[in-house]
C-alpha cells in the first residue's frame, strides 16, 4: 500500500491532498519551510498523518550539515506550532526530539519507526472497532456516515474512523457508506469519496446538514469519525460538525464512534475545553472554488475542528480497545 507520506532520499514525500481527486501528485519536501507551509495548506492533514510529519520535519532539521541542538529545536518548535489542534503533530516531534542527543541518525530511525507503527497500530485500532460495529448494529448490509477523512490519506497508511470502513467491507458487511461532503474544505467529497471509490465501497455524498435527516430515515446504523485531540474524560475535537452529527446520533440512538491511535489521546488535558481549536481564514467560507459566494467584506465564523462532549460519544476505540463512554488511556 502507498503511504500518503514517507522518507525516499533524504527528503520527505507525500501525497498532495490539496490537487486529489483530480490530480495524484506525489510532492517532494526539501526543507522545514516547505513542510510547515504544506501542513498550512493542508496538502498533508489529518492527525496521524501530521504526527509522522512532525517527527520526518524534526530529522530533516536535524540531517542538516549546520544542524545544532538549538537550530533543530528552534525547527522543532516552528513545525510543532504548524496547527494547533492535533495533538499528533507536538507528539511527532517530540518521539523524534527524545533522542536527539544520539544523533542525526537516531532521529530518522525513531522517525521511520513511527511511521511503521502508524499503519499497524491504526489496523488495530479500526479492527476493534469494526468487531464494535458488528455487534452493536444488527441489521446487514450496513449503513454507515462518516465525516471529514480518516482514511488513509489521514495516516501514514489504511486509516482509522475510514480503516473501520475497510474492515467491514472484507466482512462483506457494508451497504453503502454515507460521505459528510466536510464544508467548507471538502474532506469527504474531494478525499473520502476518492478513497472509498478506489476500494469499489459503495458511496454517496451528502451535504453536511442532510446528515441528519439520513439518520431520521433510518439510513445510518453508526457514525464513524476520527479525532485530532481526545481529552482525559473523553471529550472528542475533530472536524468542525462533528458535534451535530454526534447531537443527530444521539436523537436517534444511533452508536458514535470515535476511532483513534493512542497518540491522539492528550492525558494531560482532564476536559476538552482547554483544547485550541484551529480558526482558518474567512475566505475559506465566503468564497466556493475561489470564487466569492457572500457579498464583498462578508465576515465569517470559520472554525476548523469542535468540540464533542464525551457524554454523546458511544464510545472511544483505540488500538488498546473499546472505552465507554470515555478513555483515561
Ligand atoms: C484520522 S483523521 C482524524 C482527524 O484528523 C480528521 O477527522 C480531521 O478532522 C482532519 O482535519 P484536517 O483539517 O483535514 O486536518
Not at 517532494?28 to 496521524?48: D, K, M
Request: contains cysteine.
Amino acid at each position: 500500500m502507498q503511504r500518503t507520506i514517507d522518507w525516499d532520499n533524504g527528503e520527505i514525500v507525500i501525497v498532495d491532498q490539496c490537487s486529489l481527486p483530480h490530480t495524484h501528485r506525489i510532492l517532494r519536501l526539501r526543507t522545514v519551510e516547505e513542510l510547515v507551509a504544506a501542513i498550512q495548506r493542508l496538502a498533508v492533514r489529518g492527525a496521524p498523518a501530521l504526527g509522522a510529519a512532525g517527527a520526518l520535519g524534526t530529522a530533516l532539521a536535524a540531517r542538516l550539515p549546520d544542524a545544532t541542538e538549538e537550530s533543530v529545536r528552534a525547527a522543532a518548535d516552528r513545525l510543532a506550532r504548524a496547527r494547533p489542534t492535533a495533538v499528533n503533530l507536538s507528539w511527532g516531534v517530540r518521539q523524534a526530539l527524545a533522542v536527539l542527543p544520539d544523533g542525526a541518525d537516531a532521529v530518522l530511525a525513531r522517525a521511520r519507526n513511527l511511521l511503521d507503527a502508524d499503519e499497524r497500530v491504526n489496523r488495530l485500532a479500526s479492527g476493534h472497532a469494526a468487531e464494535e460495529v458488528l455487534r452493536r448494529c444488527p441489521r446487514r448490509p450496513l449503513g454507515l456516515l462518516t465525516h471529514c477523512n480518516s482514511g488513509r490519506l489521514a495516516t501514514v497508511a489504511w486509516g482509522t474512523a475510514l480503516g473501520v470502513v475497510w474492515h467491514l467491507a472484507e466482512a462483506e458487511a457494508v451497504g453503502e457508506v454515507l460521505v459528510d461532503e466536510t464544508r467548507p474544505l471538502l474532506q469527504g467529497a474531494r478525499l473520502t469519496a476518492w478513497e472509498l471509490a478506489e476500494a469499489g465501497i459503495a458511496y454517496r455524498v451528502l451535504p453536511d446538514g442532510a446528515a441528519a435527516t439520513a439518520m431520521a430515515q433510518g439510513m445510518v446504523d453508526c457514525v464513524l469519525v476520527g479525532a485530532d485531540r481526545i481529552a482525559a474524560n473523553g471529550d472528542v475535537v475533530n472536524k468542525v460538525g462533528t458535534y451535530g452529527l454526534a447531537l443527530a446520533a444521539a436523537a436517534h440512538e444511533v452508536p458514535f464512534l470515535v476511532v483513534a491511535p493512542t497518540s491522539t489521546v492528550d492525558t494531560s488535558l482532564p476536559d476538552g475545553t482547554a483544547i485550541e481549536i484551529e480558526q482558518r481564514s474567512p475566505e475559506e467560507v465566503t468564497r466556493f472554488a475561489g470564487e466569492p459566494v457572500a457579498p464583498e467584506g462578508a465576515a465569517a465564523f470559520n472554525p476548523a475542528f469542535d468540540l464533542t462532549p464525551a457524554r454523546l460519544v458511544t464510545a472511544v476505540i483505540t488500538e488498546h480497545g473499546v472505552r465507554t463512554p470515555a478513555p483515561s488511556c
